[in-house]
């Protein structure tokens, strides 16, 4: 077994994420997992940056489960009531090309999109 991670993403999905407290799971498709996997939540826009771990039941080579944290960064104006952030998976000190992932704005409501 290589100690390297060479994660590559080739889909992802998920129903749709309220900002709030709500918590759904994301469920990604790729290869080159390993153990020490983490998925990593970024806006660069707002600094905003979570990491979380998978869950280990559903972490094999070629696909993982996760929680998806909710979205609680600094306020941003967002085109359509959607905030968007780059999905990536670290492990081994190297990391996935990101993917992107939308949050719907926490507006009353507002429901998560298909």
């Not at 077994?1 to 498709?29: H, N, P, Q, Y």
């Not at 290869?31 to 094999?60: I, M």
């Not at 104006?77 to 090309?97: A, L, N, P, Q, R």
Request: charge should be neutral; include cysteine; proline fraction near 6%.
């Amino acid at each position: 077994m290589s100690a390297s991670c060479e994660a590559d993403l080739t889909r992802e999905k998920v129903g749709g994420c309220l900002t709030t407290t709500t918590r759904r799971e994301l469920f990604i498709l790729g290869k080159n997992f390993h153990k020490d996997a983490r998925v990593v939540f970024e806006c660069p826009a707002t600094r905003w940056r979570k990491e979380v771990l998978p869950q280990r039941e559903f972490l094999n080579s070629t696909h993982l489960v996760c929680l998806v944290p909710p979205y609680d960064g600094l306020p941003i104006v967002v085109v359509g009531g959607v905030i968007t952030v780059d999905v990536s998976v670290h492990c081994s000190g190297k990391s996935s090309e990101p993917m992107k992932f939308a949050y719907t704005a926490a507006v009353d409501g507002l429901k998560p999109f298909d």
